[in-house]
Nanobody, 122 residues
Framework: QVQLVESGGGLVQPGGSLRLSCTAS????????MGWYRQAAGKERELVAH???????NYADSVRGRFAISRDNAKNTVYLQMNSLKPEDTASYYC????????????????WGQGTLVTVSS
């Protein structure tokens, strides 16, 4: 059993900043990749940022230079720092984690957070 809890969403003015957090708990032996996705109303879910266990990052072109993903392995937590926010960033943001559950099955699970709403509006 692995669960993700997200926090940090809210209402912010254009040009403002928010920091999202996602913490994993449960039966976890090791966490591999961690990432953030978003889904705006009426649109498909899209990748925002991803970070590997070695700290290698990649970003959607629309957020590169404005957003930064990071992780704290001791806390099983991934963050998304969002700066210079634009109205088109408005969406529900979802954390995604690949986690190995250890003994006895050593399965790797893909787990999603519950989503946190970010609204950028004046």
């Amino acid at each position: 059993q692995v669960q993700l809890v997200e926090s940090g969403g809210g209402l912010v003015q254009p040009g403002g900043s928010l920091r999202l957090s996602c913490t994993a708990s449960g039966t976890i032996a090791r966490i591999y990749g961690m990432g953030w996705y978003r889904q705006a109303a009426g649109k498909e879910r899209e990748l925002v940022a991803h970070i590997t266990s070695a700290g290698i990052t990649n970003y959607a072109d629309s957020v590169r230079g404005r957003f930064a993903i990071s992780r704290d392995n001791a806390k099983n937590t991934v963050y998304l720092q969002m700066n210079s926010l634009k109205p088109e960033d408005t969406a529900s943001y979802y954390c995604n984690v690949n986690a190995n559950v250890g003994a006895p099955t050593y399965r790797t699970l893909e787990v999603w957070g519950q989503g946190t709403l970010v609204t950028v509006s004046s």
